[in-house]
């Protein structure tokens, strides 16, 4: 009986630790893993990258004209409204003729008279040269002295001369006939070149003079682009290149334009150049004043690693260094990357990945070193 009690006091040790050894067993056992995350991946392969030089300005007519009054008068007529289209060579205001059609009948009947003296100057002129024929004539024979022949040359040059005065008097009627008659039509103010009335100056009733502004015409067809290029873009800049920008009038629609001209100073003040650009023609959508934000294309890289924004980690939105990560062995893993040029919600990799990188293409907050990835 003795010998039995130890045996039974094993037993009911093991018994008691038991359990202990069994709840260590499962607490030392590894957590289940979590299952993949799912993002859309993107292989990174070489591919052309437009390059471009951004650019805001304002747009302008070329052919913008302030049209102003020829002669002085009252405006009888102007049927126009601004923003009315007009050709060129078209009547858009009247003035009162009334005086001009005076002043033209009054020049007319200045030339009638300059006419008539013309007309009697040259009859007396060839009185004087038959006289003065005849004087010759019978000097010769003796009937007439010699002071006689004198005076008769003498009126045949005051009559030549007579002629001349009152052919240079009939010329001056007519110049005078002229001008009476240009200040007439004058009064029929026409516009220069085609385009719209972009603003009225005066309304029927107004006294205007030589010089008066009457009203500003702009051709919207004819509209050319300034902006402002930094020194650093200069170089890629040449005449002839593209230009693509947009408006806000028309967000979702491209317009096309051409360098045209690069000025050769920089400005000291803010270090740029100015760039005119000509606008292609685009019908009736862009207008003169319309405030525009584009790109000039400089060229194209022909193996160029693209990302898209949405991939890519900084801090600043203009920092040309950041973050992306790529899918190496199923896990997320960082990487460090320099960033180039940016156009269309893309930005051209120039250090950090090679062609053939599987890149996490949208930024997530469930992304982190060595978390599983799988292709959405």
Not at 341 to 354: A, N, S, T, W
């Amino acid at each position: 009986m003795p010998k039995r009690i130890p045996i039974l006091l094993c037993a009911l040790i093991l018994l008691a630790v038991a359990p202990g050894c069994r709840r260590q067993e499962v607490h030392s056992a590894a957590p289940p893993e979590l299952p993949p995350v799912q993002a859309a991946l993107l292989r990174v392969e070489p591919r052309p990258f437009t390059l471009a030089v951004p650019i805001t300005g304002t747009l302008y007519s070329n052919a913008r004209v302030d049209v102003k009054a020829e002669t002085a008068g009252r405006v009888v007529r102007f049927d126009k409204k601004e923003g009315d289209p007009v050709a060129a060579g078209e009547v858009v205001l009247w003035v009162d003729e009334e005086n001009y059609k005076l002043a033209v009948r009054q020049a007319e009947s200045a030339v009638q008279v300059a006419e008539a003296v013309l007309e009697k100057a040259r009859v007396l002129e060839a009185h004087s040269s038959s006289e003065l024929e005849r004087a010759r004539n019978l000097l010769a024979s003796g009937g007439i002295t010699d002071r006689d022949l004198k005076a008769a040359r003498v009126a045949e040059q005051d009559a030549r001369a007579q002629v001349s005065l009152a052919s240079a008097q009939l010329e001056q009627a007519r110049a005078a006939l002229n001008v009476a008659r240009k200040r007439l039509r004058d009064c029929a103010v026409r516009a220069p070149v085609s385009g719209e009335i972009q603003r009225k100056h005066v309304n029927p009733g107004a006294y205007v003079e030589p010089s008066t502004p009457v009203f500003t015409l702009v051709d919207n067809s004819r509209l050319e682009l300034e902006s402002a290029v930094a020194t650093a873009d200069l170089g890629a800049i040449r005449r002839g290149q593209k230009v693509v920008f947009r408006v806000n009038s028309f967000p979702e629609t491209n317009f096309e334009g051409a360098v045209e001209e690069i000025n050769p100073a920089i400005e000291t003040e803010s270090r740029s150049a100015r760039v005119r650009i000509r606008v292609a023609s685009s019908g009736s959508k862009l207008k003169s004043g319309m405030f525009v934000q584009g790109e000039i294309l400089t060229g194209v890289t022909s193996n160029a690693l693209l990302v898209p924004l949405s991939a890519v980690y900084r801090d600043d939105r203009s920092a040309k260094e950041a973050r992306v990560f790529v899918v190496e062995d199923g896990r997320a893993a960082a990487r460090k990357v320099a960033l180039g040029r940016e156009r269309d919600l893309q930005v051209e990799i120039v250090k950090g990945l090679q062609p053939g990188d599987v890149l996490v293409a949208e930024q997530s907050i469930e992304i982190a070193e060595g978390v599983r990835v799988a292709a959405r």
